[in-house]
């Protein structure tokens, strides 16, 4: 199975300032077709997740552009700039590259 | 508007049986997979098993942990997708949830509309 690791498990920032969650795999997400299966969900309190980021780094419908992911490969990066307080909740990675899919941790993103 | 609503959650003994539905409407269900997700009380998510579209022959793969024990099917006319869970764990306890993935088959666009989840309680 493939492993995802995500950093860190906790974070807490100022609103208004940018938050970072590194994501990586223990095997490489490019699919023979050359795409990157890699997506970030965030799941906001007592709510089911909502669909962020596909394909690394393309925002979901509705997703603000303050929210953007990148990486290749293995490592990746979901970066949310000018931090607000809609953003807290538990941002989780995602593959898709084999079976099963497997998740990241989650990183619980709380707002000083 | 898409919206997929799951039920038949509940308590249930060791050993016993539930089946969850997953009732959707605001999209051509038959066009897409479909999958199904848990998260234990305070933990992180789970990929359980998905079922592809009539297309690509209604393929359905489970994860190790319900493979034997669970199934899901679908009903294409009715717009309900289900999970069949038998000879239930306690460590089955989580919200389920079930997913409208992008494709019919591979979701290469993710899983873009999620249900509110059921909670199924396994405890004697």
């Known amino acids: 199975d493939v492993v995802m690791t995500q950093t860190p498990l906790s974070l807490s920032v100022t609103p208004g300032q940018t938050a970072s969650i590194s994501c990586k795999s223990s095997h490489s997400l490019v699919h023979t077709d050359g795409k990157t299966y890699l997506f970030w969900f965030l799941q906001k309190p007592g709510q089911p997740p909502k669909l962020l980021i596909y394909?690394?780094?393309t925002r979901f419908s509705g997703v603000p552009d303050r929210v953007s992911g990148s990486g290749s490969g293995t490592d990746f990066t979901l970066k949310i700039s000018r931090v607000e307080a809609e953003d807290v909740g538990v941002y989780y990675c995602m593959h898709a590259i084999q079976l099963p899919r497997t998740f990241g941790q989650g990183t619980k993103l709380e707002i000083k | 508007e898409v919206q997929l609503v799951e039920s038949g959650g509940g308590l249930v003994q060791p050993g016993r049986s539930l089946r969850l539905s997953c009732t959707t409407s605001g999209f051509a269900f038959g066009d897409y997979a479909m999958s199904w997700f848990r998260q234990a009380p305070g933990k992180g998510l789970e990929w359980v098993g998905f079922i592809a579209n009539k297309l690509h022959g209604g393929t359905i793969q489970y994860a190790a942990s319900v493979q034997g024990r669970f199934s899901i099917s679908r009903d294409d006319s009715k717009s309900i997708a289900y999970l069949q869970m038998n000879s239930l764990r306690t460590e089955d306890t989580a919200v389920y949830y079930c997913?409208?993935?992008?494709?019919?088959?591979?979701?290469?666009?993710?899983?873009?509309?999620w249900g509110q989840g059921t909670l199924v309680t396994v405890s004697s």
């Open positions: 997913t409208k993935d992008s494709h019919g088959y591979f979701p290469e666009r993710g899983f873009d509309c």
């Open positions: 394909e690394t780094s």
